[in-house]
């Protein structure tokens, strides 16, 4: 089994940043893709950006491209994904998820293991 806690979410007005950290334990942290995906009242969960176990390959989603970073730090056995220019529609809560294999294909991101979760809100 491997534990994610997500942590970093919060309240922040338009045009704001924050940066979300999820630390892993119980196993090999660098053989693991890390993925961040969200979660919008209403809307599907949709994976956001995705990072392999190097960190050496990732992307992110059209529609946070140039806005979102992800990134990691197998040393501290976390991954965090930096918001900047937040807007209202980035409101979700953002889960961080670990699985065997990463994707350039976001939706096709298939995690074992998936964090409880942190609620970002950007207001207007």
């Known amino acids: 089994q491997m534990q994610l806690v997500e942590s970093g979410g919060g309240l922040v007005q338009a045009g704001g940043s924050l940066r979300l950290s999820c630390a892993a334990s119980g196993r090999t942290f660098s053989s693991y893709a890390m993925d961040w995906f969200r979660q919008a009242p209403g809307k599907e969960r949709e994976c956001v950006a995705a990072i392999s176990g190097s960190g050496g390959n990732k992307n992110v989603a059209d529609s946070v491209k140039g806005r979102v970073t992800i990134s990691r730090d197998n040393a501290k056995n976390t991954v965090y994904l930096q918001m900047n220019s937040l807007k209202p529609e980035d409101t979700a809560v953002y889960y961080c998820?670990?699985?065997?294999?990463?994707?350039?294909?976001?939706?096709?991101?298939?995690?074992?293991?998936w964090g409880q979760g942190t609620q970002v809100t950007v207001s207007s």
């Open positions: 998820a670990a699985g065997r294999n990463f994707f350039w294909t976001l939706s096709m991101a298939r995690p074992e293991y």
